[in-house]
């Protein structure tokens, strides 16, 4: 018999569960998790696959919880929401839109689902944001024994602070409650500064504004800054078509990225010989909708978090290594700041942490220039992104995360028999019983 097949997001990993259950009440996540563990297979959940590796693969079962979606309980005085796990973020913003509500903070790719935006420590940026996590402030997951278990700070807390971020490994997220607040507008000015200026000054550039980023293409000595500041001001005229400036710049990305699959090296010519971009006006508008913008084009992306002061010596070695090696990205490094997080497995854990992101066209001839971006940064005391491709071990994982040990007794106390693992997790975190 043919088993169905499951392709991520990004088209780069592929596996043949030996079933796809699409749940559409609890109860049938209970079900599928009995019959898996009657069986004697795992279990891997996924929403909208945007995780670049193997971390949703499975030869078992796999929960495919894309539909498992729906706002509940939205208490405006409370600022309180309570939302199903295979809700998307941007179904998400838009319901607390028209509510007057927001999240505070949220990252760039709202096709994500909740409950795998917790998994795998999505993020934003601003120094006063934790990561998305962070605005969890309840917890619901159905674990290996089928039991379905609520927690929060007050019920079950260590339960809850290992769950917040947990790779899927303790549990399936069923139901999150966020905090929100009322809704509000951002206004966007965009810039250029030297790169060094940007680095010698980089504490003092992270808290300029509420939420800072900046995109650098490693062979200039520029990079273009974003900063998003709370305006009470009204939406500029026009404001709903800013974000799909970014979309045809990852259009541009992409396009550079085809013709550059036979040579690498050839992006800056590829990238400088595209129609200049016009500098982009500052402009007012929702906060949720300058957050994000509309991502078409297929990529894959690496990422680790580091401390904040250790971000400028990490982007000069990063400078040097990718010059010397003479093979480039058409799309930038993006540096993104947040606050510290308290989750055991969260990149952010016990820092405040600066975001390095590399973005590359998909294609085999990239994997080796994401292999030396990712050893500058690791030397630099980084923290990879659950979500994207790395290829660091529990080996390697272990010594970054002081509270390692906190999730890997939740893990074998809740899912003894391994009924969440893959050979992926296996690898990140090790068995169930180290």
Known sequence: MRHPEYRNWAGTTLCRPARIVRPLVEEEVVAALARAAAAGETVRAVGAGHAFNRLACTDGTLLDMSAY????????????????GGTSLAALNAALH???????????????????????????????????????????????????????????????????????????????????????????????????????????????AEHVSCA???????????????????????ARLRPWRST?????????????????????????????????????DESYRVFSFPQPVRFLALEHALPVAGVPAALRALRGALRRFGLYSPYSVLVRVGAADDAPLSPAYGRRTGYVNLTVPRGTRHVELLRTVEHVLREHDGRPHWGKAHTATAE???????????????????????????????????????
């Open 69 to 84: 979606t729906g706002v509940g309980h939205l208490d405006r005085d409370a600022g309180l929401v309570t939302v199903r």
């Open 396 to 434: 390697v994982l272990r010594p970054r995360y002081p509270e390692w040990d906190t999730f890997a007794r939740m893990r074998g106390k809740l899912d003894p028999a391994g009924l969440f693992t893959n050979d992926h997790l296996a690898r990140l975190l090790g068995s169930v019983d180290e």
């Open 216 to 238: 650098w293409l490693p062979w200039r000595d520029t990079v273009s800054t974003r900063a998003l500041h709370r305006t009470e001001e009204p939406v500029t005229p026009g």
């Open 98 to 208: 028209r509510a007057g509500l927001a999240l505070a903070n949220v990252g760039t790719i709202t096709g994500q689902t909740v409950a795998g935006a917790l998994a795998t420590g999505n993020h934003g940026t601003g120094l006063a944001h934790g990561p998305f996590a962070s605005l969890a402030v309840g917890l619901r997951l159905v674990t290996a024994d089928g039991a379905v278990r609520d927690c929060d700070e007050r019920r079950d807390p260590e339960l809850f602070r290992c769950a917040r971020t947990s790779l899927g490994a303790l549990g399936v997220v069923t139901r999150v409650t966020l905090r929100c607040e009322p809704a509000f507008r951002l206004r966007v000015v965009g810039g250029s500064r030297p790169l060094d200026d940007v680095l010698d000054g980089f504490d003092e550039w992270a808290g300029s």
């Open 248 to 284: 045809v710049e990852e259009v541009r990305c992409g396009l550079a990225g085809l013709a550059g699959r036979v040579n690498p090296a050839a992006a800056p010519r590829l990238v400088e010989g595209l129609p200049p971009r016009r500098p982009q006006a500052s402009y007012v």
